[in-house]
């Protein structure tokens, strides 16, 4: 009986992982393709946001951050990013790379929840 129930919370445990590992590397492919909208679609219902020269906002809503992260990539010239860690622990997960543009990198980092099989981006800190 114990084998059994080591088996079952092994696989449940391995399909958490496979199904944030999934929604890690969509953030991933969209922080890759330089594209804000194609990330803040991966942005949780309220979302924590600090960029260069700014204070930190915290619990902004989804559609405010989209914006904010809209406007910084236009202004910026943001193209790609290259990620340099990544790290996860029970649900939380962490990114943290490099934002690429014309004349400049920025150092981002991300923290990101898996919630019902669902990955969501929480914060955004970008310097």
Not at 23 to 45: C, N, P, Q, R
Not at 77 to 101: D, H, V, W
């Amino acid at each position: 009986m114990k084998k059994i129930l080591f088996i079952l919370t092994g696989m449940f445990m391995l399909m958490g992982f496979v199904a944030s590992s999934s929604g890690v590397k969509d953030i991933i492919s969209a922080l890759k393709k330089g594209d804000a909208t194609e990330v803040s679609k991966h942005f949780d219902s309220f979302v924590d946001i600090k960029l260069p020269n700014k204070e930190e906002v915290k619990n902004v809503s989804k559609n405010q951050a989209t914006v904010t992260l809209k406007d910084f990539y236009s202004e910026q010239n943001i193209s790609g990013f290259e990620l340099i860690s990544q790290r996860e622990m029970g649900g939380t997960g962490y990114l943290a790379g490099k934002l690429k543009s014309d004349s400049h990198e920025y150092n981002i980092t991300l923290m990101v929840k898996t919630k019902n099989n669902d990955t969501s981006i929480v914060s955004v800190r970008i310097n």
